[in-house]
């Protein structure tokens, strides 16, 4: 059982950065892993922001957040991070890391493994 830990959420004021981590518990992520950060604002569905694939670094990203976000991973630590650069009031969210073995980067079905979630608010 992984058990995912997410840190790095705030406030910021539009065109900030924030910098949210992902880290694994004891066991971490084998490289047929993928990891993704998933987000949800109040009365909005789940929706998928970014997912690295753990063996190739094949990175994914939802289009209203390419070129503003960077998702990366950390060897050998296996934590992976969420570089959130021009934030806008937007992406004001509660930001969850997720992992999965395979399957389509956007659908939270495809993730066995979800964190609790951190929050992102950014203000105009």
């Known amino acids: 059982q992984v058990q995912l830990t997410e840190s790095g959420g705030g406030s910021v004021q539009a065109g900030g950065s924030l910098r949210l981590s992902c880290a694994p518990s004891?066991?971490?992520?084998?490289?047929?892993?993928?990891v993704g950060w998933f987000r949800q604002a109040p009365g909005k569905e789940r929706e998928a922001v970014a997912t690295?694939?753990?063996?190739?670094?094949?990175?994914f990203y939802v289009d209203s957040v390419k070129g503003r976000f960077t998702i990366s991973q950390d060897h050998p630590e296996t934590a992976v991070f969420l570089q959130m650069n021009s934030l806008r009031p937007e992406d004001t969210a509660m930001y969850y890391c997720?992992?999965?073995?395979?399957?389509?980067?956007?659908?939270?079905?495809?993730?066995?493994?979800w964190g609790q979630g951190t929050q992102v608010t950014v203000s105009s």
């Open positions: 997720a992992a999965g073995r395979g399957g389509t980067w956007s659908r939270a079905m495809f993730y066995d493994y």
């Open positions: 690295i694939l753990r063996g190739s670094g094949k990175t």
């Open positions: 004891q066991y971490g992520f084998s490289n047929n892993y993928m």
